[in-house]
């Protein structure tokens, strides 16, 4: 069975710090992958999607994730960080063909001003 | 963004009773799907529909049930509710894609609290 893993559960920064936050998935076959942001008190919201093509994507607000294959990871980038990216990030992967998205259980991310 | 409502936003009830939670979306979309999300464990796929006629069961469907009554509705039931249903719920839509390409688009969720 597919599998999402998000190893950070809360991560606190500074602003202006840089932000990795890491996703692993369990599955053999061609994967389409998703970074979702849920804001306080908001519903998720895609930040970036990767199907085909160039492993590095880059998404809404400065976000980036990079896919590496060999890995199984799709790991979620900035460079610098704002206290309004303060929120929750869930990675999601969904087998080719399936539609039905497996979420990973999501990483708590406070920036301080 | 009021493509996909969610209805009520908010629920208080007690054990035993039947829930029903509400959502209609304006995007057109062919898919829809019912997840639950709880602290720690991310969004779980309780059911989704392809199509008007099609039902599939998800991840956790033991305890709810759903209706496709449009292209546009699609509910979801808890006949006795449970304390451990507690949960915020979300529905959300795709389009039909390319190999499971399309993004989900999600409403703003139900907080449902049972007592």
Redesign the interface.
């Known amino acids: 069975a597919q599998s999402v893993s998000q190893h950070n559960?809360h991560v606190i920064l500074s602003e202006a710090a840089s932000l990795e936050l890491g996703c692993n998935y369990s599955y053999g076959g061609?994967v389409?992958l998703?970074w979702y942001v849920q804001y306080p008190g908001?519903?998720?919201?895609?930040l970036l999607?990767y199907?085909s093509g160039d492993p590095l994507v880059k998404g809404i607000k400065g976000f980036e994730a990079e896919f590496i294959k060999s890995k199984f990871s799709f790991n979620l980038r900035k460079p610098s960080v704002q206290w309004s990216d303060t929120a929750e990030y869930?990675c999601a992967v969904?087998?080719?063909?399936?539609?039905?998205?497996i979420?990973?259980?999501?990483t708590r991310l406070q920036v301080f001003p | 963004d009021a493509d996909v409502t969610q209805t009520p936003r908010n629920r208080i009830t007690k054990t035993g009773k039947r829930i029903m939670l509400e959502c209609s979306q304006t995007k057109g979309h062919d898919r829809m799907y019912w997840y639950r999300q709880d602290p720690g464990l991310g969004l779980r796929l309780i059911y989704y529909s392809f199509d008007v006629k099609d039902i599939n069961k998800g991840e956790i469907s033991d305890g709810y049930s759903v209706s496709r009554q449009a292209q546009a509705k699609f509910s979801l039931s808890l006949e006795s509710a449970i304390p451990n249903q507690t949960a915020l719920y979300f529905c959300a839509t795709s389009e039909r894609g390319t190999g499971g390409n399309q993004p989900q688009h999600f409403g703003d969720g139900t907080r449902l609290s049972i007592l």
């Not at chain 1, 908001?42 to 895609?46: E, K, T």
């Not at chain 1, 969904?94 to 998205?101: E, I």
């Not at chain 1, 979420?103 to 999501?106: A, E, I, K, N, V």
């Open positions: 559960h061609t389409n998703f908001q519903h998720l919201q895609l999607k199907f869930f969904n087998a080719y063909n399936t539609d039905k998205l979420f990973g259980t999501g």
